[in-house]
């Protein structure tokens, strides 16, 4: 079936430092594929998205881009921020009515001042 | 504009009692819903997805189940708690018909059975 992994966590930065968190995917059709970042005590929010091979999802200076030929999305920002702290999910969508959401276990990143 | 709303935010329960937590949306008709549960320090797992009223697939088997007896309502219950069903449980919804459409998800209910 499909699955999605992630680079294990926790992950701490210091603040403006360089961030990416690796995400590869396995998935038997052409997945849509997401990010999602859940701040403390909250549910999850859409981070951005890519929905077909070499585009480039990019939303409040993250940037993600849909490689087909390594299977991956690796989330990257240049600097990052104390508010960017947060468990970040990497998760594709297969199936015709958006019905079958298969999510990573989650990174989860602390960025000190 | 579609909002989703999930409720209580926070629930303490002993082993053996009964559950119930709600979820509706708001703004739209017909969508997806779904149940997920977070598990302390892990990934989101499916519970519970549905496309429409009364209709309800389960991902996992387990000692909870779930309802749909309205368009834009959906349910999560269970006859007696274990300690293992502690979590963050976490309702959601999209729009059908669309592979690349978003998931919105609820606030999240934490969920602690003693």
């Known amino acids: 079936g499909d699955s999605v992994t992630q680079m294990e966590g926790p992950v701490t930065l210091s603040e403006e430092a360089f961030l990416t968190i690796n995400c590869t995917y396995t998935a038997t059709g052409y997945p849509s594929l997401f990010w999602y970042v859940q701040y403390p005590g909250e549910g999850l929010q859409l981070l951005l998205k890519?929905?077909?091979?070499?585009d480039k999802g990019s939303n409040k200076g993250f940037e993600a881009t849909y490689r087909k030929e390594t299977t991956s999305f690796h989330l990257e920002k240049g600097s990052v921020q104390v508010s960017d702290s947060a468990v970040y999910f990497c998760a594709l969508s297969e199936k015709n009515y958006g019905q079958n959401f298969v999510f990573g276990p989650g990174t989860r990143l602390s960025v000190l001042p | 504009s579609q909002t989703i709303h999930q409720w209580p935010a926070t629930l303490v329960q002993p082993v053996g009692s009964p559950l119930s937590l709600e979820c509706t949306v708001e703004?739209?008709?017909?969508?997806?819903l779904y149940w997920y549960r977070q598990a302390a320090g892990r990934g989101l797992q499916l519970l519970f997805y549905?496309?429409?009223?009364?209709?309800i697939s389960s991902e996992v088997p387990q000692n909870l189940s779930a309802s749909r007896p309205q368009d834009r309502q959906f349910i999560l219950s269970s006859k007696k708690l274990l300690l293992s069903d502690s979590g963050f449980y976490l309702c959601a919804w999209n729009q059908p018909g669309l592979r690349n459409e978003k998931l919105f998800f609820g606030s999240g209910t934490q969920l602690s059975v003693l």
């Open positions: 703004g739209t008709s017909n969508p997806n």
């Open positions: 890519a929905t077909k091979a070499d």
């Open positions: 549905s496309v429409g009223i009364g209709q």
